[in-house]
């Protein structure tokens, strides 16, 4: 393996986030204060996504319900991917297109926010669960990247998109991380003061 490889990764990824910087900062600014928002009025937060994407929204999930950087009381949230009898029941007897959105209609309140995330915009199944966000009256953070694909169809005025500069998935995947770093920490500051 290159050495010269690994290093054009590194300064791919730091080229992407110092782009995203610009670009992300206020919407992520307000996908914060939304979901500190329903977190102060005893709402929770659904997430979930496909993939690298599922396993963004449980590690989103863990760090709200555990903590993330200060001890803290644990927030609702939960990550619509973990529960293997409920999505296998759903794609076995519906469809794998319906494995989130039926979730959100039994589990989602208004008031509810939904951090549904996907790298293309474009996965069926968590396009029908903003839909079914939407009928249930919750507000969605959206994180996308690559344009934002179909993503951009079925958001609303008052609903927040987080959309990644880049058509490279792993490139929009780090970003997705970070993006969610600071959502934890900007809920944590908003909570417990900045440290």
Not at 95 to 111: D, N, R, T
Not at 122 to 130: E, K, Q, T
Not at 147 to 165: F, N, Y
Not at 172 to 193: F, K, R, S, Y
């Amino acid at each position: 393996m290159s050495v010269e490889r690994i290093q054009q990764h590194f300064r791919d990824s730091a080229a992407v986030k110092l782009e995203a910087l610009e670009t992300l900062s206020m919407p992520i600014a307000a996908a914060i204060d939304t979901m500190f928002g329903a977190l102060a009025n005893g709402n929770r937060i659904l997430a979930c996504g496909n993939g690298g994407s599922a396993a963004d929204a449980q590690h989103f999930a863990a760090e709200l319900i555990g903590r993330f950087e200060r001890e803290r009381p644990g927030l609702p949230a939960i990550a619509l991917s973990t529960d293997t009898s409920v999505l296998t029941a759903i794609a076995n007897d519906y469809s794998f297109e319906q494995i989130y959105s039926k979730q959100v209609w039994a589990l989602g309140q208004p008031g509810d926010v939904l951090l549904a995330i996907t790298t293309s915009g474009n996965s069926a199944n968590v396009l029908a669960a903003i839909e079914a966000a939407h009928e249930r009256e919750m507000i969605v953070v959206a994180l996308t990247g690559k344009g934002g694909g179909r993503m951009q169809e079925v958001l609303s005025d008052t609903d927040i998109h987080v959309c990644v500069p880049s058509d490279r998935t792993a490139r929009v995947q780090e970003v997705h991380l970070l993006t969610i770093h600071c959502l934890c920490d900007g809920i944590d500051a908003m909570l417990l003061g900045e440290d």
